[in-house]
C-alpha cells in the first residue's frame, strides 16, 4: 500500500530524513515511534505532498508521491499535528467546506460529514456540530480534525500524533477509535510515546535521527532487542566488593554492578545469553548466610531500547550542536 | 473550477467574521464620503473625477489590509497543510482567494453608488463618465488585490505582508508619478508607462483606452501568476 525508497531530506544543511526505505501492507495499522525532532512528521509530510523529498521516491497505493501528487492526495486523509484548523468556521461548515474540496458530490455531501461526525462523536452533544472551531475544546478539535481526514474514505489515513493534547480519557477513546478504524483503513500514526503505539498498532516503525533502527511487529521487535538477561538482587551480609567478587565468580555470570542502598547492596547481575541465574544466586547467598530481601529476573524491554535509541539520537545532536 | 469557487465562498465567509474586513470598510466609507463632500463643498462642482481619484489612493492602504491574511494567516496558523494535502492545485487556491477578495471589493465599491446617487438627486451625473470611472476602479482593484495576494504569499506575518503590499503598490500609484515630476530623463519616460495613475486618470476622466485596460489586466495576470509560483516554491525550499 505505501512503499518508500531511501528517502532523504535536507532542509538547508539540516539532514531531517536519512535515507529511510520501508513498506506498509494495505490494512495494517503503522506506528512511527521516535523522540522529538527524529524526522517523524518531516516523512509524513513527504507522504502527504506537503514536502517533496529530496531524493528516494515513495508510493501510495500506486501513485507517486511527486509526479502523482493529486491522485496520491485523493487516496490519503491526513491529520496535521497541532491539528490546524479554520478557527472562525462552524464545524458542519468546516466539514462541508472540507468535503467540497475533497470531490465528493454535493448530494453526497451531507451524508458523508454525518458519517464522520457519528464516527468521531461529534454528534452526539447536538450542538457541537453548530459550535465555532474556534471556541472547542483541544480534544474536540482532534475529533474534528480526524473527521476532516475521514471525509472522503480514504484508502489511507496518515495521523501526525493523534493522541497528542488529550486527556487519559480521550486519549484511551481516540487509540479505540483508531484500532477501529484500522479494520477499513490502512493508517499511520506518529507518536513519541511506545506504550501508544505498542497498544494500537501492529506495525512498529523506530526512526531517531532520521533513520529507521527498527522494523517489525510488537512481537519481532521485542525478540530483536531484547538485552542480555539480568539478575537484580538486594544483599546483606558482607562488604559491596565482596558481595560483587563473590556473585561474579558463580557460574554464567558475565558481569555484576554494585549500588549501596542503606546497609544494604544492590547488584544487578548480567547472565550470559538468555540464562536465569536466580537459583545459584540464591544458593550461594544462603551458603554464605547473608541475608537477601529481593531477586528478580529482567529481561531488556522495548522500553528500554527506545530510552537507549533516543539517548543516542540526543548525544548525537549535542555531539553535532558542539562541533 | 468548482473548487475555485469553494474556496472562493469560504474566503468570503470568512471576511463577514473578522471584525477587520468591517474596520476596513468603515474606514473606506468614511475617508471616501469625507471626500467625496469636501469636494463638492469645495469645488463646488459635482464631477465624479475628484471622487474616483481620491478612492483610488485610498485603496492603496484598504485592499493590503484586506488581502494580508490571505496566506500569510494559513501559513502562521498551519491550515495551509490541510489545504495543500487536499487534491486542490495551486493555481485553484490563488484564484479562489483573488475571487472571494475581488467580490468583497466588489461590494465595498457597491456602497459607494450611493454617491452617484446623490449626484443624481441633485444634478446630471454624466452616465458614461460614470461606468468608465466605476470600470477603472474595478481594474485598478483587481490589480491592487492581485498584488496583495502576492505580498501575501512571501511571508506568514500579516503585518509585513502588508507593508509589503503597500510598498509595491505606491512604488506604481505614487512614486513612478514624483519621478515622472522629476523629469529626469530617460527615467521619466519609463516611469511614466509604469505609472498607473496616468492610465487610471484616463479610466476618472471617462475615457476608455486600451492602453489602461491592458495595463491593468495584465499587471493583475503578472501578479496572480507570481502568487503561483511563490506558492509553488514553497514546496521547494
Redo the contacts between chains.
Sequence with gaps: MIDVKHLTKWFGRVLAVDDISFHVEQGSIVGFLGPNGAGKSTTLKVLTCYLPATSGKATIAGHDVLTESLEVRRNVGYMPEAVPLYEEMRVRELLMFRAALRDIPRPERQAAVDRVADRCWLSKPQDVMRRRVGELSRGYKQRVGLAEAMLHNPPVLVLDEPTIGLDPNQIRAMRELIKELGQDHTIILSSHILAEVEQTCNHIIVIAGGAIVADGTPEELRKKVLGPSQVVAEIKGAEPAELAKAIAAVEGVRNVSKVPVGNWTRLTIECDGRSDRRAEVHRLVSQKGWELRELRHTVGSLEDFFVQVTYEQNMQAAQRMAQ | M??VF??AR?EL??YF??PIAYIIGAGFLLLAAGWFFLNIRIGGEASLRPLFDGMAIIMVLAVPLLTMGLLSREFD?????????????DAEVILGKFLGVMVFYLALLGTTLTFLGLMAAYGRPDAGVAFVGYLGMVLLGAAYVSVGLFASTLTRHQVLSAVVAIAIISLFVVVMGLIVRLGVRPWADLADRLNAMRYFKDFSRGVLDTRGLLYFLSATALFLFLSVKTLESR??R
Design positions: 468548482n473548487k469553494t474556496l469560504r465567509t470568512a467574521f473578522s496558523s498551519g491550515t495551509i497543510e490541510t489545504l495543500m494535502t487536499s487534491p486542490v492545485t514546496r521547494w
